[in-house]
């Protein structure tokens, strides 16, 4: 059976809201040797967005340069598949959105930074990206919630927790803003918090869609 679009995605954006979008065959966050399964059912483009990083092996880079040699296309973005992406896209790998910018750039490094921890079953997010958190925090000091010193520690206390427990609650919790402070930012983040990797997410699929299919 070919299946001409296949997509690796999960916690970042779920099958469910991405097939509305993108019609492809949607599978679980990748993993070591996922993708050369994949390329049994003879794919024209790959997309990868979510992929697991610690609960087994990650996807190689050598799989991914494979289905490149055999003219596959290979989009990356959001999490796995941006960093996949900023160290492939010389080799052709496509990268999209502002996470993979930020792996390109060294602005980011560490899996660390998108890694979450997600329900296998449902594909809930259990946990909060850092660079999703780094970013919100950021938009908080600009509009005047909270000053650069607590940007700092806020930015400091939620790299200092274990990316599984990292949740806004904990990381407000452990830092040193007052409880006026903490309530303004809870409320910015109800109303006006973004998920990087959802937009990236999706961005992955409005690539395709626009600019491989014919």
């Known amino acids: 059976m070919e299946c ?44 990868i967005i979510d ?31 941006a960093l996949r992406a900023s160290e492939l896209d ?3 790998m496509i990268g999209v959105g502002k996470v993979y910018k930020a792996y390109k750039t060294g602005v ?12 296998p079953q449902t594909n809930e997010q259990l946990s909060e990206a850092l660079i999703s958190m780094n970013n919100n925090f950021q938009s908080a000091c600009k509009e005047g919630l909270i000053t650069p010193n607590d940007l700092k520690n806020l930015n400091k206390t939620a790299k200092e927790i274990y990316y599984p427990k990292r949740t806004y609650k904990l990381v407000l919790n452990n830092s040193n803003l007052s409880t006026s402070k903490k309530d303004s930012l809870n409320e910015f983040l109800e109303k006006k918090g973004k998920d990087i990797k959802r937009d990236d997410a999706l961005l992955v699929l409005e690539y395709i869609k626009e600019n491989l299919i014919d």
Do not use: C, W
């Open 90 to 92: 010389e080799m052709g």
């Open 4 to 47: 001409s679009i296949i997509i690796f995605t999960g916690p970042s954006l779920h099958p469910e809201d991405a097939i509305k979008i993108l019609k492809a065959d949607y599978r679980p966050p990748v993993g070591r040797d996922d993708i050369l399964i994949a390329l049994q059912y003879k794919p024209k483009i790959i997309g």
């Open 51 to 81: 992929g697991v990083f610690h609960q087994k092996p990650a996807v190689s880079h050598k799989e991914i340069l494979k289905a490149l040699s055999m003219g596959v296309k290979v989009v990356g973005g959001s999490s796995m598949g």
């Open 108 to 119: 980011i490094e560490s899996d660390d930074d998108v890694a979450v921890v997600f329900n």
